[in-house]
């Protein structure tokens, strides 16, 4: 089973609101990650939690917050978002095994739109 | 600079034909995976199939397989006996190690007509 989560799948917020992206995993990998990806382009890496530690932050604004709270799941917490923000999230994991490289498993994707 | 190159922006195929996505990247790294991830218009980035680099057999998927020339530093992907299904945008991407980016191409849209 290689089966990414992700809720939910469309969402659609103003400028003020505060609103979270979830994605959940159970095939016991210890890497997630989120990518951001705008229409007709590859996927852009935002954050990665490797062993529920963020290890990299790609120089992604503040209003973009990234949460682990356990090894199955991952969070992406909005606030005071703009318009180009508006993209398809998506969220992917990995078992990070440490030394070795490993394939990324993604989640169908959150559809944001920023008014 | 780690980058990965898809020539071809678009492709299209016909039923049951064969085709061939080109991807060539660029890396002075000896150890690294190497992808072809499916993403059609539902949006879903499927692994399609994945190439270790010290290993020269070409890896195959059923109707996917890739020719991997290393010293060229080239990755395509066959698709044969094409379906309908098989249309989506296809990404050519590798990875130097675990837990860090994964380095895409811009991507292929490859057509499949009946």
């Known amino acids: 089973d290689t089966e990414v989560t992700q809720t939910p799948k469309h969402l659609v917020m103003g400028m003020t609101n505060k609103k979270s992206l979830k994605c959940e995993q159970h095939m016991g990998h210890r890497a997630m990650y989120w990518y951001k990806q705008k229409a007709k382009k590859p996927p852009e890496l935002m954050f990665v939690y490797s062993y529920e530690k963020l290890s990299i932050n790609e120089s992604v604004p503040s209003r973009f917050s990234p949460e682990c709270p356990n090894s199955s799941l991952l969070n992406l917490h909005l606030h005071a978002l703009q318009p180009e923000d508006s993209a398809l999230y998506l969220c992917?994991?990995?078992?990070?095994?440490?030394?070795?490289?490993?394939?990324?498993?993604f989640g169908p994707g959150t559809r944001l739109t920023v008014l | 600079a780690q980058t990965v190159t898809q020539s071809q922006p678009e492709m299209s195929v016909q039923e049951a034909e064969t085709v061939t996505l080109s991807c060539t990247y660029d890396?002075?790294?000896?150890?690294?995976?190497l992808f072809w991830y499916k993403q059609p218009p539902s949006r879903q980035m499927i692994l399609v199939i994945r190439?270790?680099?010290?290993?020269?057999q070409n890896a195959t998927e059923n109707r996917f397989s890739v020719n991997f020339q290393k010293a060229a530093k080239s990755f395509s992907l066959k698709i044969s006996d094409s379906q309908l299904g098989d249309a989506a945008m296809y990404f050519c991407?590798?990875?130097?190690?675990?837990?860090?980016?994964?380095?895409f191409g811009k991507g292929t849209t490859l057509s499949v007509s009946s």
């Open positions: 190439q270790e680099a010290y290993k020269q």
């Open positions: 890396t002075s790294e000896s150890d690294y995976y």
């Open positions: 992917a994991s990995s078992q990070a095994a440490r030394g070795f490289t490993d394939t990324q498993y």
């Open positions: 991407a590798y990875i130097l190690q675990a837990g860090t980016a994964l380095i």
